[in-house]
T-cell receptor, first 113, second 109 residues
Framework: EAQVTQNPRYLITVTGKKLTVTCSQN?????MSWYRQDPGLGLRQIYY???????DKGDVPEGYKVSRKEKRNFPLILESPSPNQTSLYFC????????????FGSGTRLTVV | EDQVTQSPEALRLQEGESSSLNCSYT??????LFWYRQDPGKGPEFLFT???AGEEKEKERLKATLTKKESFLHITAPKPEDSATYLC??????????FGKGITLSVRP
């Protein structure tokens, strides 16, 4: 089944403890992206990647890091999480940068206390 | 600055009562407009892509249309299972998707 898989689905952590949210897609998509979704603010892009070793900032990149060493994986790293990063996170992928519909993962609900 | 405004924020319909959801946008060089459906706690599910003014696409009870300034998602004879949040997004020339805040649709039996 074609899908984007995120792990974990739920995570509660403490301020300052480094964490990684994994994202993997099995569709051989070039384009991958991370979003956060907050009530009243909608979906906002954190980082995106056009292909392996090519990443760029989205609208809200502060406090996040990404890497794209393999085509299928695009992990999101929070080096020192803070409570304002409590949110619902989604990974998405697309065949290429032309306007194709994105496939989204099921989401990771992160709580930083 | 690219902007996407969806209205109304929430819509409650009786089963069978047709209506339309609006997505107004301002963007430089539109490459595509997307509609997604999102159920609570789940990732957005792709519905349609529209590329140019005048284009229409249909899927079951849903029909999406596009003009130079806005898009409509028409829902014909909705059922309770159509209850969800509907997201509109635009892809401008710089390739970054910009999402609207969504419209929460509730369909009562």
């Amino acid at each position: 089944e074609a899908q984007v898989t995120q792990n974990p689905r739920y995570l509660i952590t403490v301020t300052g403890k480094k964490l990684t949210v994994t994202c993997s897609q099995n569709m051989n998509h070039e384009y991958m992206s991370w979003y956060r979704q907050d009530p009243g603010l909608g979906l906002r892009q954190i980082y995106y990647s056009m292909n392996v070793e090519v990443t760029d900032k989205g609208d809200v990149p502060e406090g996040y890091k990404v890497s794209r060493k393999e085509k299928r994986n695009f992990p999101l790293i929070l080096e020192s999480p803070s409570p304002n990063q409590t949110s619902l996170y989604f990974c998405a992928s697309s065949p290429r940068t032309e306007p194709y519909g994105y496939t989204f993962g099921s989401g990771t609900r992160l709580t930083v206390v | 600055e690219d902007q996407v405004t969806q209205s109304p924020e929430a819509l409650r319909l009786q089963e069978g009562e047709s209506s339309s959801l609006n997505c107004s946008y301002t963007v430089s060089g539109l490459r595509g407009l997307f509609w997604y459906r999102q159920d609570p706690g789940k990732g957005p599910e792709f519905l349609f892509t529209l590329y140019s003014a005048g284009e229409e696409k249909e899927k079951e009870r849903l029909k999406a249309t596009l003009t130079k300034k806005e898009s409509f998602l028409h829902i014909t004879a909705p059922k309770p299972e159509d209850s969800a949040t509907y997201l509109c997004a635009v892809q401008p020339a710089n390739s970054k998707l910009t999402f609207g805040k969504g419209i929460t649709l509730s369909v009562r039996p």
